[in-house]
């Protein structure tokens, strides 16, 4: 690996490092790895293209182990370069923090980065509205859409509130407190959250996600003007290929709601 001068490559590697990645702490080996349904095209698509021709080339795998599918890189020396690029040792590091080099890129290379880590930990869910104005559609629909980043790392989601803040986005910023629950004692976690529509057309629009598994909830939700949750990736792409009717799909939750409780 020599010099990298695809800015906006590595920038986005970065960013979905920071997210769903890890390296050793003795630098041997450097992992990315997600959901072995829901991130396979994106693995398959994206990161192993982008990495094969930007840093070394790499072919996908199963971590069984870990019930993960992604990358691995087993070159100390690469791993290296790559640390002094801004990327750090240990899995979900809680002082991870955007690089200094990102931060004072273009328009871009931010871009690239806030693409990354959306693919990789970010998310976008819709919900029911539940206040006393909303119409039977929106009742009943999950139909109201937001973006979601969250970290354990309090500089990492600081420094993603100065890249939105520098796109003209509008969002929040909240911290989840930790603690004893379910038998393990939890980190302290902080999100970005995004909830207006223009915002989330906007994101779709601009940052460009690549991960298929966000990029399908986008879709039926723009197409219907709603999203049915807890749906698989194969689901939705049925949806979007009218295989599947979602309206189906709530009286398929009725129908089993109501023989659970008439048991």
């Known amino acids: 690996m020599g010099e990298i ?3 906006e490559g590595l920038s986005e590697f970065c960013g979905a490092m920071m997210g769903d990645g890890w390296i050793q702490n003795d630098e041997r080996c450097l992992f990315l790895a997600g959901d072995p349904v829901d991130d396979r095209d994106y693995y398959d698509n994206h990161i192993i ?3 094969s021709k930007m840093i070394v080339p790499v072919c996908p795998k199963e971590f069984t182990y870990w ?3 992604g990358i691995g890189i087993y070159h100390k020396k690469i791993i290296r370069q790559l640390l002094k690029v801004g990327l750090m040792k240990g899995k979900k590091v809680a002082n991870t923090h955007i690089p200094m080099w990102i931060m004072k890129s273009n328009k871009n290379v931010k871009i690239a980065f806030l ?3 959306f693919d990789t930990d970010g998310g976008i869910s819709m919900q029911k509205d539940y206040t006393k104005y909303a119409d039977s559609f929106n009742a009943n629909y999950h139909t109201k859409s937001r973006i979601r ?3 354990i790392s309090k500089k990492m989601i600081a420094g993603l ?3 939105l803040e520098f796109l003209n986005f509008r969002f929040v910023m909240r911290e989840r407190k930790g603690g004893f629950k379910c038998n393990r004692n939890n980190s302290s976690s902080y ?3 995004i909830n207006s529509i223009k915002d989330v057309h906007r994101f779709f629009n601009e940052v460009k996600p690549n991960n298929y598994k966000h990029i399908t909830k986008y879709l039926i939700w723009k197409k219907f003007g709603f999203c049915p949750p807890s749906t698989d990736i194969n689901t939705r792409k049925d949806i979007l290929k009218n295989r599947i009717n979602p309206f189906n799909l709530y009286a398929e939750v009725a129908k089993w709601s109501n023989a659970r409780d008439s048991n």
């Open 5 to 7: 001068k695809d800015l």
């Open 49 to 51: 293209p982008l990495v």
């Open 67 to 69: 019930g993960v599918y």
């Open 115 to 117: 693409r990354g880590v």
């Open 149 to 151: 980043i969250v970290s």
């Open 161 to 163: 509130s100065e890249i």
């Open 191 to 193: 999100y970005i959250e």
